[in-house]
C-alpha cells in the first residue's frame, strides 16, 4: 500500500504525519516513512539546492525538475524496493505536489510536470492519497517561512490550493479529502478512519 499526505504550507500535515506514525507503531503495523523533497543522500541534497533562498534565479523549469529528479531517486532506490517487500509505504508529499506547485502555481501546466515526472515515477502511483483540505489564507502565515517556496504570495498559494483540488476531482477517488478539524486528535481519527475503510490500515 503506498499512501501519501499532501496539503498547503502550515495546515498541520507534519503534525497529521506524526499522530498516524504514533497510531501505527501503537497498532503493530509497520511501515516505511518518506518525504519529499528528500529521504535519500542525493535526494536531501537535491532538496537543498531547491528550497535555498539564495536560489531566487531558480526558473520554474529547473525547479520542476529538481523535485522530479529527488523524486527519481527516492522512487528506485526506497519505494519501489519497499513496494515490492509488500511494505506499506507513507509519503510526505509527492507528484501531486509537483502539479499544484510547479503546474497550477507557477503556471508549467499540468501536461508538462506530468510528463517529465512519468519518467521519475517508473509507475509508482499512490493508492490513496490524503489531502488536509484547507486553504492556505492565514494558515501559511503562521509557519517560519525559511525556505524559497514558503516566501511565495497568497496568491502563489491560493493557486497551490486550487491545483490540490482540482487533481482530487479527477482522481477517481484516489484523493481522500480531510477537512482538520479544531483538535487535532479529531482531525487524526477521521485521517485513521477513512484509511481503515478503504483497507488502506488496520
Ligand atoms: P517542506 O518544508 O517539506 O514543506 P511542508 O512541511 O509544507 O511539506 O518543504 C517542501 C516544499 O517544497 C513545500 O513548500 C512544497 C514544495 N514542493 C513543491 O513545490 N513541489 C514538489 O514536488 C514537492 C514535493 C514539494
Not at 32 to 54: C, F, H, M, N, Q
Not at 95 to 113: H, I, K, P
Not at 131 to 146: E, M, Q, T, Y
Request: charged share 30%; with cysteine; glycine share 6%.
Amino acid at each position: 500500500m503506498f499512501i501519501t499526505f499532501e496539503g498547503c504550507e502550515g495546515v498541520g500535515k507534519s503534525t497529521q504525519l506524526a499522530l498516524l506514525k504514533d497510531y501505527l507503531k501503537r497498532t503493530g503495523q509497520d511501515a516505511v516513512y518518506v518525504r519529499e523533497p528528500g529521504s535519500t543522500v542525493i535526494s536531501e541534497k537535491i532538496r537543498a539546492v531547491v528550497l535555498d533562498p539564495e536560489n531566487s534565479a531558480m526558473t520554474a523549469e529547473t525547479e520542476a525538475l529538481l523535485y522530479a529528479a529527488a523524486r527519481a531517486q527516492l522512487v528506485s532506490e526506497v519505494i519501489l524496493p519497499a513496494l515490492a517487500e509488500g511494505k506499506t509505504v507513507i509519503c510526505d508529499r509527492y507528484v501531486d505536489s509537483s502539479v499544484a506547485y510547479q503546474g497550477y502555481a507557477r503556471g508549467l501546466g499540468v501536461e508538462f510536470v506530468t510528463a517529465i515526472n512519468r519518467f521519475a515515477l517508473e509507475n509508482a502511483t499512490p493508492d490513496i492519497t490524503v489531502f488536509i483540505d484547507l486553504r492556505p489564507d492565514g494558515a501559511f502565515r503562521s509557519v517560519s517561512r525559511d525556505d524559497r517556496l514558503e516566501r511565495e504570495s497568497a496568491a502563489f498559494h491560493d493557486k497551490v490550493y486550487q491545483g490540490f483540488v482540482a487533481q482530487s476531482q479527477a482522481s477517481n477517488g484516489r484523493f481522500v479529502m480531510i477537512k482538520p478539524e479544531k483538535d487535532k486528535f479529531d482531525t487524526h481519527r477521521k485521517i485513521v478512519d477513512a484509511l481503515r475503510k478503504r483497507g488502506a490500515i488496520k
